[in-house]
C-alpha cells in the first residue's frame, strides 16, 4: 500500500494527519504539534493547503484558525555568513 505523504518535507502521511484531527486536533497549530507537518524546509508552504481541507471537513472553513508564518529577522548574503566565519 502506497503512503500519501501531505508533508513532504517532514514525510507526514494523510493517515497520521487524520489521526491527530481524530485525537482532537482542530488547528494547523494542532496538526503541526502532534505531527509535525508544516515544520520542514518550505515551512508549510507546500502543506498548508492540504492540511486545512482536510480540517474543513471536521468544522467549518471559519473556525481554521491560519498559522503563523515566521520569516527570518532579514535576509543575509553568502558573503556575511563566510566573513562571520573568519572573524
Avoid: H, W
Wanted: glycine share 6%; net charge positive.
Amino acid at each position: 500500500m502506497n503512503e500519501e505523504f501531505i508533508c513532504r518535507c517532514e514525510e507526514v502521511t494523510r493517515k497520521e494527519i487524520e489521526e491527530a484531527i481524530a485525537d482532537g486536533a482542530r488547528t494547523i497549530k494542532g496538526i503541526k504539534k502532534r505531527t509535525r507537518a508544516g515544520m520542514g524546509l518550505c515551512q508549510g508552504r507546500t502543506c498548508r493547503r492540504l492540511i486545512s481541507q482536510m480540517l474543513a471537513k471536521q468544522s467549518s472553513p471559519e473556525e481554521i484558525l491560519p498559522d503563523t508564518s515566521r520569516p527570518p529577522v532579514r535576509a543575509i548574503t553568502v558573503e556575511e555568513i563566510i566573513n562571520s566565519e573568519n572573524r
